[in-house]
């Protein structure tokens, strides 16, 4: 489940402050794939070999003028 969150917040006329947060795979959920399929592969049949990523959280601040 990916999400964001935007605030924008104006200070003056002319002036504004952006707080965005933005989460990928928020759940923290495995995403599996497709198994190996090569019989040579490490990784044939593995299921734990296909990972989805991790949780990413990314948070910004911008002040316009």
């Known amino acids: 489940m990916d999400f964001g969150f935007i605030k ?3 200070v003056k006329e002319s002036q504004n402050i952006q ?10 959920t495995r995403n599996f ?6 019989v040579n592969s490490s990784n044939f049949l593995n ?6 990523g991790n949780r990413r959280i990314i948070v910004a601040l911008r002040y316009t003028f």
């Open 8 to 10: 924008n917040t104006r």
């Open 19 to 28: 707080f965005r947060v933005e989460m990928y795979n928020a759940t923290n």
């Open 33 to 38: 794939g497709i198994p190996e399929g090569r």
């Open 47 to 52: 299921q734990w070999g296909t990972d989805g």
